[in-house]
């Protein structure tokens, strides 16, 4: 069983910037695509950026795409999430999630283990 950690959360202004983490998947980190994904009040689970086995795989929803930048911390066995610019939109719980496969999925069917989130506020 894998359990999943987020951190980083917390209230930022506009512009601002917040780096989340995602510790929790152990021995299989970096063996399988990770992905992050959030929710807003009144709306559904969307996707954010995705990491497959290879660093250099990665995508994007175009909502955070130049803004946004996922990565692995190998040292740590940490999944990051760098969030530039932020904008009172991307207020949401944000979740990460492991899974079944090595490449980034933008579906969240796509993942088998997910963590209990992290709050972002951007203030206006």
């Known amino acids: 069983q894998v359990q999943l950690v987020e951190s980083g959360g917390g209230l930022v202004q506009d512009g601002g910037s917040l780096r989340l983490s995602c510790a929790g998947a152990?021995?299989?980190?970096?063996?399988?695509?990770m992905g992050w994904f959030r929710r807003a009040p009144g709306k559904e689970r969307e996707f954010v950026a995705a990491?497959?086995?290879?660093?250099?795989?990665?995508i994007y929803a175009d909502s955070v795409k130049d803004r946004f930048k996922i990565s692995k911390d190998y040292a740590q066995n940490t999944l990051r999430l760098q969030m530039n610019s932020l904008k009172p939109e991307d207020t949401a719980a944000y979740y990460c999630?492991?899974?079944?496969?090595?490449?980034?999925?933008?579906?969240?069917?796509?993942?088998?283990?997910w963590g209990q989130g992290t709050q972002v506020t951007v203030s206006s």
């Open positions: 152990g021995r299989i980190f970096g063996s399988y695509a």
């Open positions: 999630a492991l899974g079944f496969g090595s490449l980034p999925k933008r579906g969240d069917y796509e993942y088998r283990y």
């Open positions: 990491i497959g086995r290879s660093d250099f795989d990665t």
